[in-house]
């Protein structure tokens, strides 16, 4: 079992362990009324197992979650505009720092988000789906770095960290989408296979971080525009966690 010392990181979980108790007992709320009623419950997002492994040859990390059903099969449907976008993701929480992807130094869960939203493309520098388009294929499931913070005005708990523009302390990677929060679009291999979902990072890219703790995650969250009490991007349902109280008990496999 992890033991976590950082204070920081215990209140996020025990924050984050209240909210999962609601929103995996709840059936419905207002807020992500978007949600497709079918994702919960859904096999395809289910948690069986998890890992990170790094393949010293190649040095290159797999992260891996399996579930009981098809790994991104289940996708949301379109909102039509970008207040209310739903956002599907399969997430993995990790004790990486800020500083080892990219941002600056802040306060935060580092976390690899896999997420699937038809209503808007936030990878304009890459062309997932290979249309010549780069800004149509937010529905084709693609890699983002996130930082997460707790926010309890919204069912799940959770957020992606906001900052302010003017604020010249914060950093991002230059692969960024250019929204106001601590988001990259690193255009890591996503894959999805049966049961599995999977994407590949060169170890260059986490500053040869090879050895750390992680958990795993499905989530529905939902972008806000219109109300300053509510996260640009929030987590407002959690589905299933590998570990099932985010202790981030896994450890990478050499």
Known sequence: MLIVRNPYFMKMKNLFIQMVAITMATTSFAQGENEDPSFAGSPDLMIESTSVTYDSEL?????TITVKGEAGS???????????????GYVFPTTLKSTDVGFNDTEGIVAMALTSHPDFDDTPLWDENNDRDYANDGVVWHAHWVVLTGNETIAGGLAVKQFNTDDESVVLPPTNPGMPMYMD?????????????????PKF??????????????AYMQVNTSRPDYPLLGVYRVYSIASGDLSLPFSVTH
């Open 59 to 63: 040095e290159q990390l797999v992260f």
């Open 185 to 201: 679009s690193p255009g890591y291999s996503v894959v999805t296979k049966g049961n599995r979902i999977m994407v590949i990072i």
């Open 205 to 218: 890219r986490i500053r040869g971080k090879t050895d750390f703790r992680f958990d795993a995650v499905t």
């Open 74 to 88: 289940s996708i949301p449907k379109a909102a039509g505009q970008m207040d209310g976008a739903p956002v599907l």
